[in-house]
């Protein structure tokens, strides 16, 4: 950036961080070990759950990856891994509960799951996934019909990330018209995944559409981060929104 830009470059506001134990339970995150892109190993997992509930979570509902290409968790594999970590969080006397659910790729194995009931839901038969960030899938209707058909309650991951949808965020309220549930990245608001995906979040916000926020946390710059989206303006109007899920899981 030219001297002149940083110089005139309008100063971010910070408020002091807020508490998220209002929120009470963070729905997205990769914390079992070495299952996916998120923890590495279980001291890796533990000190971000630490820094969870040192944040005032009182539960966390990790989800790891569920790709046909990448990360072929199955439910035996993923609650294998939480029995684990369940262990651990106790024995290192951390005050937070942990459950598990996933986050599944809206992929050609995605459907087929959907119709032998064996995905991983968390609360009311939620079920968080998450699209490619190429293009909009054409099967985006077909699958959550197939979800609400089969009695689950779809949960559109990161919504403000999806680059197709910058320019035409009535999609998403369109999605949000048909049932689907806005779930938004807190670090999305910091600006961590670019300036296009900040707006989208903020307007997310202002619109008051969003059903759950989330850490989506895979690694410690995540939770880094997270400290300084509490000091963020907008994540303190988020939090206080009359209808997140959050607070009754």
């Known amino acids: ?48 759950i630490r820094a969870m509930s040192s944040f005032g979570y009182k539960k966390v509902i990790t ?33 937070i509960d942990i459950e598990a659910a996933a986050e599944y790729n809206l992929d050609a194995d995605f459907e087929p799951k959907i119709k032998s009931k064996e995905l991983l839901t968390f ?39 999806y680059p197709f949808w910058f320019q035409d965020f009535q999609k998403i309220i369109d999605l949000k018209d048909r049932g689907v549930l806005i779930q938004l990245n807190i670090n999305s608001l910091t600006g961590f995944y670019g300036p296009e995906v900040r707006g989208a979040g903020e307007k997310l916000i202002d619109e008051g559409i969003v059903d759950l926020l989330g850490s989506d946390c895979h690694h410690m710059g995540h939770i880094e981060m997270m400290e300084t989206a509490r000091t963020r303006p907008y994540l303190h109007t988020a939090i206080e929104l009359p209808n997140l899920i959050n607070k009754e899981l």
């Open 1 to 48: 950036m030219p001297l002149f830009g940083k110089l005139f470059k309008k100063k971010e506001i910070e408020l002091e961080p807020c508490d998220l134990s209002v929120l009470g339970t963070d729905v997205h995150s990769h914390f079992i070990p070495g299952i996916d892109d998120g923890a590495k190993n279980m001291e890796n997992a533990l000190e971000m």
């Open 63 to 95: 989800t790891p990856h569920v790709m046909s290409d990448f990360y072929r968790n199955s439910p035996e594999i993923i609650l294998g891994g939480l029995a684990k970590l369940k262990e651990a969080v106790i024995n290192d006397n951390i005050p």
């Open 123 to 161: 609360g009311e038969n939620y079920v968080l996934f998450e699209l490619p960030f190429i293009m909009e899938p054409p099967n985006l209707a077909r699958a959550i019909f197939e979800m609400q058909m089969n009695d689950y309650k779809p949960v559109l991951a990161h919504a403000e990330r």
